[in-house]
């Protein structure tokens, strides 16, 4: 009686096993074969890598349009189907969706979920000086930085779909070449601004990086993330400075109010320093799809056009 019992129960094991087999040779064949592989991402600045990489081989979406803000985003309900629906699914992290890191780390159970700037080399990250123990996640403003994040993309996309490595890997050539292309080209605009005339004084700080590769100074009147309001001190502060150094624009960004900015010129205004509104920056989010700035190269190139 006690062999016979024993007997039954591995049967049930052996097909709770099978079953479970069926379903995952399932999945690999919707994953590899004629459907496209359904990717999410969270920002616009990933989901440009990913159609560029993944080509016909990917149906792809990306969370945040033109104008929004990563760092206050939440996810909707609509986000959440997509999410669920999704085969592999990429986010910048290093805080910068700060909000949805928690759906993203639940999704991780159960899919290929990759925080793309965790492949940055640790020593390249700059650090949030307002935050403790935070990392500035705005690594898309140095090439040498966000070819790491392009490179993960490649490589879950390989992971994920092997039978196309070929592909995903020349795709990848391509790309990564156009961006060393484009950044060959932003060096030598750059050197035709002055020293003393490269400052950017912008709304939040997402462009530490871009002042490190290119010799900038970048004021911000936000910090890093947007999440801590500006306050009348960081205003003034800005002004001072803008007055000392004599600069006389600064510029807003797509995805944060002008609020702050308008202040500034306004405050600086009553101090007898004439301060002028630069335009608008594609700092956090790209622009309108279809446009020139709904790509990265082509927000990239954005910011050196307003000066
Ligand atoms: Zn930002």
Redesign the pocket.
Known sequence: MKKKMMMFGTGIALVALTACGTEETEGDASSSGDDPIQVVSTIGQLDDAVTNIGGDLVDNHALMGPGI???MYNASQGDVQLLDDADIVFYNGLN?EANMEDILEQMGQGKPVYAVGNNVPEDMIKADEEEQNMPD??IWFDIDLWSYAVEEVRDGLIELDPDNEEVYTENAETYLSELTEVQEWAYSEIEQIEQDQRVLVTA???FQYFGDAFDFDVLGLQG???EAEYGLSDVQRIIDEMIERDITAVFGET?VSDSAIEAVIQGAGQQGHDVEHGGELY??AMGEEGTEEGTYIGMYRATFHKW
């Open positions: 803000d990563p760092h910068l996640p705005h939040h700080d997402a890093i993330s947007t995805s700092s956090d």
